[in-house]
């Protein structure tokens, strides 16, 4: 492997003689991703990017997508603008190896080709954090987890009541709202959301693609999402709580016509509607002085597609999940906590056929810490699959910290597996010759991580990197006979991960990361498609007043291989690109403020995946009221 060089320099990062103190510095994260209980950053091995509701603020960021592209690690894939169907390569892994968490429900669809969850459906306008935990994960989270997991969580209410609105608009036809009511009266805290995303001329499909003197016609997409998180205080040691999301959305967009192959762009728009409901209610109780805390949930999730192709027939996706989960922590010691989870999960696909699968799941960890500097959690996950019967995944992740040089090792290793998803198992295609495999295995990984963070100049500068390698094994794909799908696939991915992190002033901050990815598929023994191996993010935040801040993110990813847009030219390189934001945000009264940004910037024109635009130069303004 072809190990980058971690050089400051590089970066165009320096130090200012201004530096600082250590008591200055923000408390530190606590996460829970990791171990499925809070824990103090410096005490996790595995890595994990935290992403706060400040920061997604201060950049103004609308959608998911927009969110996810810098975190290292991740490669976002979305077929044009805003609403387009989004996919997550995370470490190299597939675009189903992710897992996704809202406020404990897991959203994948049990309904689409690969059971993955469309991150471009998901507005931002409630989210309080996301924990973005990379690496293989089963051994707490099941099935999935095998790149990793996206745990987002969505505002609470607590104190006075308190309300929020903010109105926009801009370039691409952009009118965007959103309100925010959240408080506690007593022993219920509340708090309750409405967003709506408009953008109604995001230009995606490339001229070039066009037949001569056909029109280009623009993408039209609009979101309306409703969110809501309730919890009431019985006692100090008991609460119950309640959220529900519901997603309607409705996105227009130029399909293929395959009257010729190649295809071109068809002249008539598609149409996709999307309705999603996400619920979960929950019980919590301390008992025995805090020695045993426990949850037990119940959640459902159901998600309707309808997709209209003006050369085909209207065709519907319907698939539901349902789950009951408890999860119980036991504190053994005072350096030693013992977290113990069930789960029952069943799945449904109502349309296009009937099919269900039904999972059992049991898992345990400790958390253990030895002495003042080393920590570690172990974890051991059985599931049972009415499908294909049992699989045992662990992990066992440590980490040393010598806080005299302010220096952290850490280490990581653990298995992971993907399930075969109900269409793989069921679905057929006899009039082109094409049949499911109800005898399908799950796909299969193992991988390990070594790293290393230093905090230099009483925290001033922090650096870290990361080597990471996963073996896949196993994997579904097309048999070689054309007719099925087949468990033969192997790959193998490997890279290394790196930050810089400077408070160079009080008032500013950089952050550099750059990821190295290599991803091989071991049975043709070529790179695996839309895997960039380099990309590199610098975000810039600035609080120039206390009333006025700027912040400026760069992103650069370097080509990769990809098929154009219907792949009849299977292999090519695809050209890299960088792009650069801007925002602003101007507190006008402390109930008043303004803000504007502006996308791309320079205007960079780029193809990812390749066939379909992604926006040029948009600018953006608006208003927002605090009462």
Known sequence: MRTPRFILTALGLSLVASHASAEDAAPEPILVSATRIPTPESQIASSVTLITAEQIEARQQRLLPEILKEVPGVNIVQTGGPGGVTSIFMRGTNNSHTKVFIDGIDVGDPSSSNASFDFGQMQAMDIERIEVLRGPQSGLYGSDAVGGVIDITTRSGNGPLRAQAYLEGGSFDTFNQAANLNGAVDQLHYSANI???H???????PLELLLPGEKRNDDYYDNITASTKFGYDVTSNLDFGLVARYTDSHLRLTGDDFSTFPSFPAAQQSASNTNEYYGRAFAHLRAFDGLLDQTLGIAYTRKRSANYDPQGPLTLNTGERSKIDWRGTVKLAE???LVLGAE?????????????IRVNAGYAELNSQLGASFFSALNVRYDNNSRFGGKVTYRFAPTYRIAATGTRLEASVGTAFKAPTLSE????FPAFFFF???NLKPETSVGYDLGLE?????????AGVTYFHNRLRDLIDVAPTGDTYANFGRASTQGVESFVEVHPINTVTVRADYTYTEATDEILHQELLRRPKHKITVDTHWQALDALSFDVSVLTVTSWVDGNRDFSTPR???PGYTTANLSGNYAITPKLSVFARVNNMFDRRYQNPTGYLQPGVGAFAGIKANL
């Not at 953008?199 to 499909?205: A, D, H, K, L, W």
């Not at 029952?344 to 269900?356: G, K, M, N, T």
């Open 195 to 197: 967003g709506h995303f």
């Open 199 to 205: 953008s109604g001329e995001t230009p995606v499909t």
């Open 335 to 337: 350096s030693q906590s």
């Open 344 to 356: 029952h999960q069943r799945d449904d696909i109502s349309q296009p056929l009937s099919a269900d």
């Open 425 to 428: 198992l069921f679905q057929s």
């Open 436 to 438: 499911a495999n109800p």
């Open 454 to 462: 230093q905090t230099v100049v009483d925290g001033v500068v922090t």
């Open 572 to 574: 090519f390189d695809a």
